[in-house]
């Protein structure tokens, strides 16, 4: 499953900015065209730190929107998915501004 790869993704990135200190909180950005299911993601995540130094840590799911462009109308229009077109206009002379991220924000850890 794509959301479990990706959660122990996280996981070893977390793992290593951590260096042995206790995460408590961890956040990521996913962009839309990642396609992933944030609800997903989060159980996925419950699975990969159990029994893990990371148990316990909450994973938060920041869904970013997947929003172009337009060369020809300049309007900045929120995608929608899968046809990459501006959503003023209908042209689909558009640059993808965002919606492929998808990165570890930032991590809490106690102190
Ligand atoms: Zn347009």
């Known amino acids: 499953m794509h959301e479990l790869s990706l959660s122990r993704a996280i996981g070893q990135i977390v793992v290593r900015a951590a260096a042995g200190r206790r995460v408590t909180r961890v956040e990521v950005d996913c962009g839309a065209l990642r396609q992933v299911v944030p609800e997903t993601l989060t159980r996925c995540w419950g699975l990969t730190v159990e029994g893990t130094p990371l148990a316990g840590a909450a994973l938060v799911v920041?869904?970013?929107p997947a929003v172009v462009s337009c060369a020809v109308c300049r309007a900045e229009t929120q995608l929608d998915w899968p046809v990459l077109r501006c959503g003023e206009c209908a042209s689909?002379?558009?640059?993808?501004?965002?919606?492929?991220?998808f990165l570890v924000r930032?991590?809490?850890?106690e102190t």
Request: no cysteine; charged share 25%.
């Open 106 to 109: 930032s991590i809490d850890v």
């Open 92 to 101: 689909t002379d558009v640059t993808l501004l965002s919606g492929e991220e």
């Open 62 to 64: 920041n869904p970013i």
